[in-house]
């Protein structure tokens, strides 16, 4: 990773719909409670950042990481990245708002030998009318001094201590990978899921770009939460070279676009009816 240096995105409420460059008067329509789908002693969480929190406190939570970091100045970073919804026109165009959707942090620190430890944590949150909540977490960390790597089993048995349920082993050669699933409410086996069926990357890297793509989101009810953890091997197989937290609510990001693609849709059908140019000389 190339580090920078501290940067904070500005960037407002108010969001940008691109393809007319008119602003947007967001109201939220939906607010899903923290802990849906989960056991009630279970906490969705990486690093005290829950799915489902609103945006605001998980850059606060981010932020004071930030400062709490032993990375020096030149060496650790805060960014806010936009994302985007878009709805397809007659036209065969497209129009697009933009929002506050990503906060990243990554961190460089001193490890016990001369290669540092490398860490980036990037949360994910819906648009506005959904309450712009954390819908996903991913975390990756690299020890590529072999003094600094954490044993597997250790990392393995916190995980299962924490949320009170056994992962699914997917050996994958020199890495392995390792699932945990809940559904309504309580763990459930995800032996017999399947990537399409249970994909720990939606609402992280799969954020569906148009309202068609949403209802194939967790479409059998198998998957409403899932932490998929990648570890490579490093000094043996009981040794984390690099890890990999991929944490996301399927069912809540579900509710959300639903409601976030639903509000953007009737803005979209204001602005058509509302909108009328000067007609050419005729």
Known sequence: MRMTGFVAVAASLAIVA???????EWSQTLNLPKGLNLPKDVSADILGIELGEPYASAKVKLEKLYRESPAAPQKKKIDEVERGI????????????????QIDLTTITPGKGRLPIEERVSVFVSAPPSGQQVIGIERAIEYPEHADQPRVSELLDRLKAKFKAEP???PKGGAVEYTFVFVKGRAVDPRQLTIVTCNADYGIQNMPTNSNDVPRMNAEGKCDIVLRLTIAYGLSADHVKRVTFAFSDSERTKANLTADYAFFGNYVKRLQDGTKGAGPKL
Do not use: K, Q, W, Y
């Open 168 to 170: 699914v082993v997917n």
């Open 18 to 24: 691109s393809a007319h460059g008119e602003d947007i």
């Open 86 to 101: 878009s709805m397809v026109l007659p036209s065969r165009g497209s129009i697009t708002a933009r929002f506050p959707g």
